[in-house]
């Protein structure tokens, strides 16, 4: 048996409806959830009022005691009663005067001051710069010296040994005495000839002092000590 359905009982129909009004009670749904809203809870708190309070301590005000005035100077007190005393006080006839004795005085005696006399040491003037030079052996120095001093070297035995031969070249001062003095090697040649130079001019006899404006001067000479074996 066939079964008809007729096109009012068809729900094929009525179905864009029935979306629709789906959608309609979704959309309410949403916004009834989205303006349901929870209520905040308010919860009592108890305050702590147990505040720490900080008690300053109080320094008392203490005030410095001034120091006391110094006390004003007594005034002395003039009194006119004058008090007598009677002079008991036995003086000694032992005294003893030193205006009469002579043996008791002290010889005052004028103070003179010594006057040393003062000695200006001259500096030695050179051979070649003096006026008047000096001489040896009333003769010209230049030759009657060197003269003497060859008379009067001995050639010393280890010089010889060694070979040893030169010129020692002395320095000394004529003094205003005439007399030689302040000997120095200026250059030697060995000790053992140097030594016997030196001997030989320090045993020099006395000079012709050297004159300077008609007055005697110490004068610096320079002199060579040839020392040749033959």
Known sequence: MEVKKTPKANLENRRLLFVEIGLVAALLVVLGAFSY??????????????????VEDMVPITQETPPPPPEAPKIPVLSDQIDIVEDDIKVDDNFMSLEDDANMGVEIMDYVEEVKEVVVEEEAIPFMMVEE??????????????????????YPEIAKENGLQGRVTLQFTVNTDGSVSNIKVMRGVDSSLDKEAVRVVSKSPKWKPGKQRDRAVKVTYTFPVIFQLK
């Open 133 to 154: 030079k000096p001489t040896f052996n009333g003769g010209d120095a230049a030759t009657e010296f060197p003269k003497w001093v060859q008379s009067q070297l001995v």
């Open 37 to 54: 809203g929870t209520r905040e809870k308010k919860t009592a708190v108890l305050a702590d009022d147990n505040q720490v309070v900080e």
